[in-house]
Nanobody, 129 residues
């Protein structure tokens, strides 16, 4: 089992930025990917960004590409998501996810990765105008 602890989020003004962090513990190893998904009311869950923790390769959803950055602290098994220029469409519950036997952030965001993932409890991000 992998346990995930998330922090960050909250209310943000449109045009502002957010910072989310997630730490993994438990039965983790060097094959772990971590990332973020989000789900807005009435919408399906969407993969936002993923990273292969050991290698550092990243993948982003088209909707956030160019204004999101995911990074990792390998010593602490922690990932950080920074997003800028937020708008109302970014309002959602953001979930941290982690998967093992994963070697690319893009795989984490794929259906196979989603099926294999461990999940955090989620943190609300609300963008107001």
């Amino acid at each position: 089992q992998v346990q995930l602890m998330e922090w960050g989020g909250g209310s943000v003004q449109a045009g502002g930025s957010l910072s989310l962090s997630c730490s993994a513990s438990g039965n983790i190893d060097s094959t772990m990917c971590m990332g973020w998904f989000r789900q807005a009311p009435g919408k399906e869950r969407e993969g936002v960004a993923g990273i292969y923790v050991r290698g550092g390769t990243t993948h982003y959803a088209v909707s956030v590409r160019g204004r999101a950055a995911i990074s990792r602290d390998t010593d602490k098994n922690t990932v950080h998501l920074q997003m800028a220029n937020l708008n109302a469409d970014d309002t959602a519950v953001y979930y941290c996810a982690a998967a093992l036997k994963c070697y690319a952030g893009s795989w984490l965001l794929s259906p196979a990765g989603v099926d294999s993932a461990y999940w955090g409890q989620g943190t609300q991000v609300t963008v107001s105008s």
